[in-house]
């Protein structure tokens, strides 16, 4: 049994098991709480968005060492009343020919990562050619970006945003839902420095790429290699493995290469592109004062002059790097500008050629397409881009502001992805002037790209040790083809007309294909599944097309329907809809089905388990007390399952709540021993001082508390004497009289 204060501040008697009641409930709290902040923390950052349990996947045409066909990969999920089947082609043009990513640890020992070109894709929608997807799997979880002409979505890991769960492992959002700003800083830009009176030689230039000032300019060379580095903020909260990191940065850059691959910046001068030569990954901080990686409080321009002094970047064109550090000033990044003058330093082609983008502020991480966003305002800079001017800021109505804004843009609006004519200006100078110094020719055939390019009999990647290839490209004695390469050869010799090179895929209306038992490099086309095979989204192949659901009902009917999202109730809401689309060109009414959509799906205002709509309350504390209503043994233990992170600060607090109670007992206590002291001493004698005679007297009955101060309140011969023979002990309370509302003037 154990003594409690109340409210009231009496002690209250609780039982052993009550206590554990309570505990138990407070417990529960703490974790509802840190469940439902993750989806207010969400708010933040999404007006709204939507989650994934899995994406369907089907490989054909090339194989992996690991045995998965990767040369044509087709991705389908359901997100935002819609279905998306994605065609990908692996690849990844970023990549440099010597392109090397190294991990780095406290003591700045490097070990190679191993980077699967296959592992990223390029391509578009199966209904829509026009639309470009981006896209790489990192782990078990799958990364996109889907660029529609009017809007871009997004596919990534949900456990960078969300608390872990069993019902999610990705979320779904459009670039249009991003939250603006709200003022927050894009970046502080840093000027370059002012030409150095007496300098002839430019830096170092000659020295650094071998060329000399009067060779002739060389637009034609448009490629700008990169250096990117990864802090272990951002390893620890964003990348969370090596192989993660580099995924992540590499599907950055290939968004940001592609918006700058599309900017005309003048007539005749586009087509300007990057290539990643190479990737830092720091594993965890660096042991030295002042060292870019060390675990210390920045400020932004800090961080990037130390990187910038700690770097090493001859024949790079610029360098970056990639932090997940929360600056006070709620600052995303920082670059040196360039200036079209080769005297100056700062941007690409100098040795100030950095720049710096965080991936989270003071209060929430920022979505991925939101990095991207900053990522390219900081290469601007390096190229030569100041801050839009307010000419160069049109309205919302006008397409809203341009990339280089000084603050934050959100991407909803079609400017917000593009260089205004402003920054045009500006950068047009630079390219000219310096492109012809460090940018290289594109090179994308090269031996260790994973693709078997002319002049080449293999090409295995960066795998060590392979059966049938060479390092260099060449097939092994005795090999007539690469498995890697091929679908159809098998231990480096044509497979058996028996072995299936395509395995079945119902969900896209294919049956499996086998090889023809004479011709390695080809798989046969797969034959369609039969008519009436359940397809993706319960829908029903029809001549080896899915035909959706709604459309395999039409036909039964004699109509032509299509998918509709029930709004009118949340039992509906969880139903396949269906509408009729009529030959005048209108719809129907939106008539739910008896079908139940899949768990997880997005409801009215909600989630769907089993066909129910679970309500998401906007209120947070509603949330927790319908938690708290259906709380039974199997639901705590699912729900600690589920949500791990706050089961350990569960179990954190269950030791630190008695220890709290207990010094807040004491506290109680003893305030009010002392209480019960002075108000004995103060029936004996007045402790106040003489007053004036305007003023009546008053006795000492406000008290303040005060740590490390002694109690002296001696203001006559009389008191003294008082306080000699009677001094009060307290146990590490002291007391101050407080004359702070009296009208009096102590003597």
């Avoid at 000084?406 to 310096?434: E, L, M, Q, T």
């Amino acid at each position: 049994m154990i003594l409690v204060p109340n409210a009231l501040g009496q002690k209250t008697k609780l039982s052993s098991s009550e206590l554990e009641t309570n505990m138990c409930t407070l417990a529960v709290w703490i974790s509802c709480l840190a469940l439902v902040t993750g989806f207010h923390d969400m708010d933040k950052k999404l007006r709204y968005f939507e989650t994934l349990k899995t994406v369907h996947t089907a490989s054909r045409r090339r194989r992996r060492s690991d045995g998965r066909f990767v040369d044509s990969e087709r991705v389908s999920f359901q997100a935002f009343g819609r279905s998306f089947h994605l065609v990908l082609y692996p690849g990844a043009p970023v990549l440099a020919p010597d392109f090397q990513a190294r991990t780095v640890d406290e003591s700045g020992t490097e070990m190679p990562v191993h980077v699967d070109p296959s592992e990223f894709f390029l391509g578009h929608l199966e209904d829509d050619v026009s639309v470009n997807v981006e896209a790489h799997f990192e782990g078990g979880s799958f990364s996109s970006s889907i660029q529609f002409h009017n809007d871009t979505y997004a596919v990534e890991p949900a456990w960078r945003h969300l608390p872990g769960s069993d019902n999610h492992s990705m979320i779904v959002y459009r670039e249009s839902d991003m939250r603006d700003g709200q003022g927050e800083k894009f970046c502080s830009g840093i000027e370059p420095e002012r030409e150095r009176l007496g300098d002839r030689v430019p830096y170092d230039l000659d020295e650094r790429f071998g060329q000399g000032r009067r060779q002739k300019r060389a637009y034609h060379r448009k490629s700008c290699n990169l250096l990117l580095v990864a802090d272990y903020y951002f390893y620890k909260e964003t990348g969370q493995t090596a192989a993660g990191s580099t995924n992540y940065i590499i599907g950055l850059i290939t968004r940001v290469n592609q918006r700058f691959q599309e900017t005309e910046w003048e007539p005749g001068l586009s087509g300007f592109k990057f290539q990643v030569k190479r990737v830092m990954i720091h594993t965890s901080f660096t042991d030295r004062y002042g060292h870019y990686n060390s675990e210390a409080s920045w400020d932004p321009l800090a961080k990037l002059r130390a990187f910038t002094t700690q770097t090493y970047t001859r024949n790079i064109c610029l360098a970056h790097l990639y932090t997940s550090y929360a600056f006070a000033d709620n600052t995303a990044g920082v670059a040196f500008m360039a200036s079209p003058s080769i005297y100056k330093t700062g941007g690409i082609c100098t040795t100030a050629n950095t720049g710096l983008t965080t991936t989270k502020n003071t209060q929430m991480k920022y979505p991925t397409l939101r990095v991207g966003l900053i990522n390219t305002h900081e290469f601007g800079h390096n190229f030569g881009a100041y801050h839009d001017p307010a000419p160069c800021a049109p309205s919302e109505f006008r397409g809203g502001v341009y990339l280089m804004w000084p603050y934050a843009v959100s991407g909803r609006w079609a400017n917000n992805n593009r260089f205004s004519n402003c920054s045009k200006r500006w950068v047009v100078p630079v390219i000219k002037a310096k492109s012809q110094i460090c940018f290289t020719d594109q090179q994308t055939a090269f031996c260790g790209n994973g693709m078997v390019d002319a002049g080449e009999e293999c090409d295995v990647g960066s795998i060590d040790g392979d059966a049938c290839c060479t390092s260099k490209c060449h097939l092994k004695p005795g090999a007539i083809c690469s498995d890697v390469n091929y679908e159809c050869c098998r231990n480096c010799k044509v497979a058996p007309a028996t072995y299936i090179c395509s395995a079945a895929h119902p969900y896209v209306c294919q049956k499996a294909s086998y090889c023809n038992g004479t011709d390695y490099r080809k798989c046969p086309p797969p034959a369609p599944a039969d008519n009436g095979t359940v397809c993706f989204g319960m829908g029903q192949c029809q001549d080896g097309k899915c035909q959706s659901f709604c459309e395999t009902l039409g036909k039964a009917n004699n109509l032509t329907m299509k998918h509709c999202q029930c709004v009118e109730n949340t039992t509906d809401s969880c139903k396949y809809c269906c509408a009729e689309v009529r030959s005048t060109g209108g719809e129907g009414i939106c008539v739910p089905t008896d079908m139940p959509l899949p768990n997880g799906s997005f409801c009215l205002a909600g989630f769907c388990s089993n066909g129910v709509c679970q309500v998401v309350e906007t209120a947070t504390l509603i949330k927790v007390f319908n938690f708290l209503a259906k709380l039974d043994a199997s639901a705590l233990l699912e729900f600690i399952k589920s949500n791990i992170v706050g089961t350990v600060l569960v179990i954190s607090l269950m030791v630190w709540i008695p220890a709290s109670l207990t010094i807040s007992y004491y506290d109680r206590w003893a305030k009010a021993d002392m209480e019960q002291q002075l108000r004995g001493l103060r029936k004996r004698k007045t402790l106040l001082p003489k007053l004036s005679s305007h003023a009546a007297p008053r006795t000492a009955e406000r008290v303040r508390f005060q740590e490390d101060v002694e109690l002296n309140v001696i203001n006559s011969e009389e008191d003294s004497a008082l306080l000699s023979n009677d001094t009060i002990v307290l146990p590490a309370i002291t007391l101050k009289i407080d004359f702070a509302d009296s009208d009096v003037d102590p003597v």
